[in-house]
């Protein structure tokens, strides 16, 4: 799977989980702060992104830097599924 299918799977699943009216979501979206994903959200996206991409995330790997947009949730998904 490459980093386009990844993102438009990722951003497929936080429109319809996390829907934000009146707010466009792009791949730089700033998550935490302009589409607001909250702690439950972030516990809900980690499940989705180790089941639909069998990973493992750890606890490092929760961080701002890593939930900060798509983009970035792309990458750790990429690392993860390279190791």
């Known amino acids: 799977m490459d980093a386009s299918e990844i993102s438009e ?29 909250d702690s439950l959200g972030i516990t809900e996206t980690v499940l989705f992104l180790e ?3 069998g990973i493992r995330l750890s606890r490092a790997d929760i961080s701002g830097e890593n939930f900060k947009d798509i983009e970035s949730l792309s990458a750790l998904v990429a690392r993860r599924s390279a190791e």
């Open 51 to 53: 089941s639909s991409f």
């Open 9 to 37: 799977r990722i951003q497929c699943f936080l429109e319809r989980e996390f829907p934000n009216e009146g707010v466009a979501l792009a791949l730089d979206t700033n998550l935490l702060e302009d589409w607001f994903i």
